[in-house]
């Protein structure tokens, strides 16, 4: 979805978020190379499960949840979708720093949003306690899909050129979940 035609309407048209690396990869790829990325991840996640993980693996993250309005610009296919949104989170975030000029740019930062998947359709968050139960009802002994889509950037200034790239990666993680009968 990187770069997709149809991303011209949507708000990350025209950041330095769609395109491709402006300042070529040699400079870019060595700079992110030598980040330490235990002392300098943000983690723009409130869920206690992912900065639970993320301490597991040695990482003592800075904590700062990205407040954005999860739409998306046009139907895509629900692994599309949540590096879509991911990207998004990461995007605020970063809009949010780059709003402080005093802030360096030595920082990763690391969002991720999941979906639910059955029937190729994806589901929604549960709006109280009853929907909770029948959406668990309605995946009794049957299989469905659980697809993280995560996003790391990189802000990089270039100095010598006046300029910041932002150096990208998205990816996700499609995990099979079956349910048994179950009460």
């Given at each position: ?40 991840l ?27 309005i ?24 970063l ?71 932002v ?17």
């Amino acid at each position: 979805f990187i770069g997709h035609p149809d991303l011209a309407g949507s708000d990350l048209a025209g950041s330095d978020l769609a395109g491709s690396d402006p300042a070529g990869s040699d400079l870019a790829g060595s700079n992110l190379r030598k980040l330490n990325p235990m002392k300098n991840l943000i983690l723009a996640s409130a869920s206690p499960r992912r900065i639970e993980m993320i301490r597991n693996a040695g990482c003592d993250p800075v904590v700062m949840p990205a407040s954005i309005i999860e739409t998306l610009p046009f139907e895509m296919e629900p692994a599309n979708a949540t590096m879509f949104l991911a990207l998004k989170k990461a995007s605020a975030i970063l809009r949010q720093l780059r709003s402080d000029r005093d802030q360096p740019y030595d920082f990763v930062i690391l969002t991720a949003d999941t979906v639910v998947v059955s029937d190729g359709m994806i589901i929604g968050k549960p709006k109280d306690k009853t929907d909770a139960f029948a959406t668990l009802a309605s995946l009794r002994n049957r299989s469905h899909h659980v697809i993280t889509g995560c996003c790391m950037i990189k802000p990089l200034l270039i100095p010598e050129r006046w300029q910041t790239v932002v150096r990208k990666i998205c990816f996700y993680e499609d995990t099979e979940v079956w349910f048994g009968n179950y009460t």
